[in-house]
Structure formats: structure tokens, C-alpha cells
């Protein structure tokens, strides 16, 4: 469990840091390969949006039939199907299979996950520690996203250290300050806040305002309350900076997370 294996630890000090993405660099969501095969592999076709597993002997793998979206394709999650075209969906599908598991980062998991809203990613080895990351398109979702909980924070390094289902309704999140641009060039743009109960897999829009005009920098700081906009124990903060017709530019969102004393 790494440094999260020191529960004390991780109270005290927990996150407290920036998440800061551009245009295709927010993570849809992550998957590792947890079957027993000697390697597993994931494939995303940007024009059709199938999501393909393969698994077995090292560079000869087939597709693991313990997914299927659709009942008649082996090992693809076709997000063209009725039952696989929200990326809470796909990451339900992908969860019931035994050898795979999945977590959404900078996404909702009512947000359609239809042809084009991942980018490609030729076949790719998820037989690692912290898995694979598989980007949003921004131009396909216009939105760029920012989750705020341990396992954002983890995902921005490269790694997490706590089983994605483990400990998480035990921490409350914090949101320090939203640095959006939005070069969005025609429509509207918004920042919304939303609010993720970890347990229920619930999410609600809690707040919404308009963007900076196009090309201009628009701060939204809370510095002036030391905690903050803090939320209930369990639950998480999605930053979303959307553009009607067109989404491009970078968002930067400052918070934190923690465990308060006593959960333990």
C-alpha cells in the first residue's frame, strides 16, 4: 500500500496541491489488467470508440471474452451500444469482469462516452501496478475536467497507492482556486463545480457560472476562507471548465484532500 499504508500519516497530511490540464491531457479514466494471464491490453479506436481487451501470452494475446458490451463481440466494449454509451457504463462493464478493473478520473459518469470522446491508444500493456490512462478528446467533449480526491492526486503522479475502492468515503475534499482559459472562439463558456458522493457513484451540479471571455485568464479564488469550499466526508469535487460550441485552452484547479482525525 505504499506510504497510504500509514493511515496515521495520510490523516495528517493527506493533498494539498494543483491539478492543471490542456486540450486531450484530462484522464478519462484508468484501467489495469488484474487477471492471471502474463499480460493484458487495451485499445481504444477513436472512430468507432470501441474499447478492446486482450489478454495471454505476451505479444500473442486474445480478446478476453468476460467483457462484451453487446453480447456478439468478444472483449470490446462497443460505445455505440445502449448500455455502454455513458462513461459510467463502460466503467460498470469493465468492473464486472474479473480480470479488469476501472476507475473514472476527470469525468462524470453520466458524460457520453460515444465515438471520439477518447483518444486513440493502440494496443497498450495494462499489466502494471497503476494501470493506464485513457485521455479525453477536448475537442470531441468541450470540456477539460479536474477531480479533486486521493486518487486524482495519485493519477497525476503516475501511480496510485490505495485499491480504488478502499478508504475513499473516509476523506473530505477541498477547493482552493479555479485558473480557467477557454479560447473558445464562438458560443459560451462555463465553469461548473460538481459534487461526487464516492460511495453512491451520485453526482451533482452544485455551482455554475460564466467563463472568462475568450482568450482572457478568469480566477476564481476562495483563499480568503483558510479552508476554503470544503465537502462533506465521502464525497469529491469535479471541476469543469465547457464551451458550447468549441473547448480549448487550460484549466487549473488548486485543492486538496484529506482524512479528517478519528475516521480510523
Same mark, same amino acid.
Not at 506510504?3 to 497530511?13: F, I, Q, T, V, Y
Not at 476507475?103 to 495494462?126: E, H, I, M, N, Y
Not at 490505495?162 to 473530505?172: G, K, L, Q
Not at 467563463?211 to 476554503?228: E, M
Given at each position: 500500500?505504499?506510504?497510504?499504508?500509514?493511515?496515521?500519516?495520510?490523516?495528517?497530511?493527506?493533498?494539498?496541491?494543483?491539478?492543471?490540464?490542456?486540450?486531450?491531457?484530462?484522464?478519462?479514466?484508468?484501467?489495469?489488467?488484474?487477471?492471471?494471464?502474463?499480460?493484458?491490453?487495451?485499445?481504444?479506436?477513436?472512430?468507432?470508440?470501441?474499447?478492446?481487451?486482450?489478454? +495471454?501470452?505476451?505479444? $500473442?494475446?486474445?480478446?478476453?471474452?468476460? =467483457? /462484451?458490451?453487446?453480447? #456478439?463481440?468478444?472483449?470490446? %466494449?462497443?460505445?455505440?451500444?445502449?448500455?455502454?454509451?455513458?462513461?459510467?457504463?463502460?466503467?460498470?462493464?469493465?468492473?464486472?469482469?474479473?480480470?479488469?478493473?476501472?476507475?473514472?478520473?476527470?469525468?462524470?459518469?453520466?458524460?457520453?462516452?460515444?465515438?471520439?470522446?477518447?483518444?486513440?491508444?493502440?494496443?497498450?500493456?495494462?499489466?502494471?501496478?497503476?494501470?493506464?490512462?485513457?485521455?479525453?478528446?477536448?475537442?470531441?467533449?468541450?470540456?477539460?475536467?479536474?477531480?479533486?480526491?486521493?486518487?486524482?492526486?495519485?493519477?497525476?503522479?503516475?501511480?496510485?497507492?490505495?485499491?480504488?475502492?478502499?478508504?475513499?468515503?473516509?476523506?473530505?475534499?477541498?477547493?482552493?482556486?479555479?485558473?480557467?482559459?477557454?479560447?473558445? +472562439?464562438?458560443?459560451? $463558456?462555463?465553469?461548473?463545480?460538481?459534487? =461526487? /458522493?464516492?460511495?453512491? #457513484?451520485?453526482?451533482?451540479? %452544485?455551482?455554475?457560472?460564466?467563463?472568462?471571455?475568450?482568450?482572457?485568464?478568469?480566477?476564481?479564488?476562495?483563499?480568503?476562507?483558510?479552508?476554503?469550499?470544503?465537502?462533506?466526508?465521502?464525497?469529491?469535487?469535479?471541476?469543469?471548465?465547457?464551451?458550447?460550441?468549441?473547448?480549448?485552452?487550460?484549466?487549473?484547479?488548486?485543492?486538496?484532500?484529506?482524512?479528517?482525525?478519528?475516521?480510523?
Amino acid at each position: 500500500m505504499g506510504r497510504w499504508s500509514d493511515l496515521a500519516l495520510a490523516k495528517e497530511l493527506g493533498y494539498r496541491k494543483p491539478r492543471y490540464v490542456i486540450d486531450d491531457t484530462d484522464i478519462g479514466l484508468i484501467v489495469k489488467y488484474i487477471g492471471s494471464q502474463a499480460s493484458g491490453t487495451v485499445t481504444v479506436t477513436v472512430t468507432t470508440g470501441d474499447i478492446t481487451f486482450k489478454h +495471454g501470452v505476451l505479444a $500473442s494475446e486474445v480478446v478476453d471474452p468476460t =467483457i /462484451d458490451s453487446g453480447g #456478439d463481440d468478444d472483449g470490446v %466494449i462497443d460505445v455505440s451500444d445502449a448500455n455502454a454509451n455513458t462513461f459510467g457504463e463502460v466503467v460498470d462493464l469493465i468492473n464486472a469482469s474479473p480480470n479488469w478493473e476501472a476507475f473514472l478520473v476527470d469525468a462524470l459518469r453520466a458524460d457520453a462516452s460515444t465515438p471520439g470522446q477518447l483518444l486513440t491508444k493502440s494496443a497498450t500493456q495494462a499489466k502494471l501496478a497503476y494501470g493506464i490512462k485513457l485521455f479525453k478528446d477536448t475537442s470531441a467533449c468541450l470540456n477539460l475536467s479536474v477531480l479533486l480526491n486521493p486518487i486524482a492526486f495519485e493519477a497525476e503522479l503516475g501511480e496510485y497507492g490505495v485499491p480504488f475502492d478502499t478508504y475513499y468515503n473516509s476523506f473530505v475534499t477541498q477547493l482552493f482556486a479555479i485558473l480557467s482559459l477557454n479560447t473558445y +472562439g464562438s458560443g459560451t $463558456s462555463k465553469i461548473q463545480i460538481y459534487e =461526487i /458522493d464516492i460511495d453512491d #457513484d451520485t453526482e451533482s451540479k %452544485i455551482a455554475e457560472w460564466a467563463g472568462g471571455a475568450t482568450t482572457v485568464a478568469q480566477l476564481d479564488n476562495w483563499f480568503k476562507d483558510i479552508d476554503g469550499m470544503k465537502s462533506s466526508i465521502g464525497k469529491a469535487f469535479l471541476v469543469r471548465m465547457i464551451g458550447s460550441a468549441a473547448c480549448t485552452g487550460s484549466l487549473g484547479v488548486f485543492g486538496g484532500a484529506y482524512c479528517p482525525s478519528g475516521l480510523y
